[in-house]
């Protein structure tokens, strides 16, 4: 199935669900990254989590950024999802592999390191962006990003995230956001039930393989708590703001001197995207353009 995000609300408006199937973007990045087994499950859970977490903000241009920062030897990670349905991310050490976690999964929490922080920033698009910043839980992802909805933006979540990933590159990815609002904050058992349930579905890849859908998958959850599934299907995708022209933009700020030295000694200039592996060749001729374009500006 294509990637896709769907919103559904449940018990007349007091539950907020939404659910994504990010197989295709989070192989696209394991593609562009060369990443490991367990690196392509991190990073995939996290851009999955980072576009749940966008799609409930209203402003058109809107974005999260997502970093982890754990003990573990996979480094940092970052993402950054939109509103739109784009999402581009990186890790430190794509090429960590680990042996599997007592439950034979890819130990994603070995990796992360269960000691570190989460960093959470909500750009709407002008002033000042909305930071916040919380331990980590597990390193696993899902539990560290439903902590942080739970204790940092007040809103009761239950959160479950999945990465498959073989021989064949990854298979199914996705996952289910569900969040109690602020009419039904204080009902301590729709608050319970949701998290019951999230707890009893074991993963959520294994509802892709067994050929589920998002609307099957939102039905099972909540289909008799009055779920109303938004008709809107939007695409989801891996999407880099990268270009030519901001290369050259950043090389312009190294400066004359620099710029020249890079013609003489490397003929050149290469310079590769940290968010989606693009590589970028300026060529001599570009820098020499470069020089120009300071010193018209200097004069
Ligand atoms: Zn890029």
């Known amino acids: 199935m294509a990637d896709q995000l769907i919103r559904a609300t449940a018990a007349d408006g007091g539950i ?3 659910g994504i199937i990010s197989t295709r973007l989070t192989e ?7 990443l490991s087994y367990v690196a392509t499950a991190a990073l995939g859970r996290t851009m999955s989590s980072g576009l749940l977490l966008a799609s409930s903000m209203k402003r058109e241009g809107s974005r999260v950024n997502i970093r982890i920062k ?9 993402v950054d999802a939109g509103l739109d349905g784009t999402v581009r991310g990186y890790v430190e050490n794509p090429s960590i592999e680990l042996p599997p976690n007592e ?13 570190g922080f989460l960093y959470v920033v909500r750009d709407v698009g002008y002033g000042y962006p909305y930071s916040s910043t919380v331990e980590l839980v597990s390193g696993e992802i899902g539990d ?6 739970v204790t940092s933006e007040q809103t009761p979540s239950a959160l479950v995230v999945g ?4 021989a064949q590159g990854v298979t199914a990815a996705g996952g289910v956001l569900l969040q109690v609002l602020p009419k039904a904050a ?3 058992a729709l608050i319970a039930t949701l998290e019951d349930r999230v707890s009893q579905l074991s993963g959520f890849t294994p509802l892709l393989q067994q050929g589920l859908t998002l609307p099957d998958i939102l039905e099972r959850l909540l289909g008799d708590l009055g779920l109303v599934i938004m008709p809107e299907v939007q695409m989801v995708r891996f999407d880099c703001s990268c270009s030519f022209d ?12 620099e710029l020249q030295d890079m013609i003489e000694k490397d003929n050149g200039a290469e310079a590769t995207c940290h968010f989606c592996g693009e590589i970028y060749q300026a060529s001599s001729d570009h820098l020499a353009q470069l020089i120009e374009d300071l010193k018209a500006e200097s004069v």
């Open 246 to 257: 901001r290369v050259l933009g950043a090389l312009k700020l190294l400066g004359k001197a």
């Open 103 to 115: 439950k034979g999964k890819l130990d994603v929490g070995g990796a992360i390191g269960h000691e």
């Open 16 to 18: 907020r669900a939404v």
């Open 144 to 149: 560290d990003i439903a902590n942080y909805l």
């Open 28 to 34: 696209e990045a394991r593609v562009r990254h060369k």
């Open 186 to 188: 204080r009902d301590e």
């Open 70 to 78: 754990g003990n573990g030897p996979l480094g940092g990670l970052l």
């Open 163 to 166: 990465v498959f990933v073989g």
